[in-house]
């Protein structure tokens, strides 16, 4: 359903008052399949949004189902609670749903426009940003020039983290927290093209049961002599 499933999420958080009531939309119980229609029906007028809506529902809801409630039972193994099961939490994310301060942004990292962007706006609002998440990318493209550009343009700070997945044989990932500002220290290295050379200065946090093992990374590059 690629970024077109927001539209779905943004209608079922405005919709559903509880965790339980939002998990239940996404069901595939007929049920729960004309409730969530109404929803999308209701949020969205007739016209091109309103199919990409239900197109993103048609082709997503069974796997998104299967994941929520995957991960709240791990979740709940590891006596962790969240928004699919703390109504504080869960309110939180449906109130800046309901007052427009979530957005989803079609972009490119190796671009020049999206990424820079939001560190523009962000700059411009004083609003620091405390988390990136890049999830698994890195494996697939090797840094360009805009690549680079576009994370130094952030004004990070020392409490903000860069958050990546990486693959590792034969299927798990390994999941990695580095301090922002030490993701720009390589960055302006004209040795840095890829994630490989920074990983290997990894420092394992811990083991987490059934989905990989967690690691900081605490190196920096060499400096040329």
Known sequence: PGPRVHLVYWAFFKAAKTPDAF??????????????????????????????????????????????????????????????????????????????????????????KSVRDVATATQRFKIPVRIFYISNTEQYFTYNKAFKANFLAYAFDDRALLLRTLPVKPADYRYYIQKARDFQVWLRSRRTWAVWGMIKKRKRLRKLKGVGRLYQLTGLPRRRR
Request: no cysteine; aromatic share 10%; net charge positive.
């Open 23 to 112: 998990i239940a939309l996404w069901r595939d119980r007929s049920a729960n399949r004309r409730e969530a229609s109404a929803v999308l029906r209701a949020a969205y007028a007739k016209g091109a949004e309103r199919r990409r809506a239900f197109r993103a529902y048609r082709y997503g809801h069974r796997i998104i189902h299967k994941r929520l409630r995957r991960m709240k039972r791990r979740l709940a193994r590891r006596k962790v609670t969240s928004f699919l099961d703390d109504p504080a939490q869960y309110g939180y994310i449906r109130r800046l749903v309901q007052t427009q301060r979530v957005y989803a942004v079609r972009g490119n990292l190796l671009g020049k």
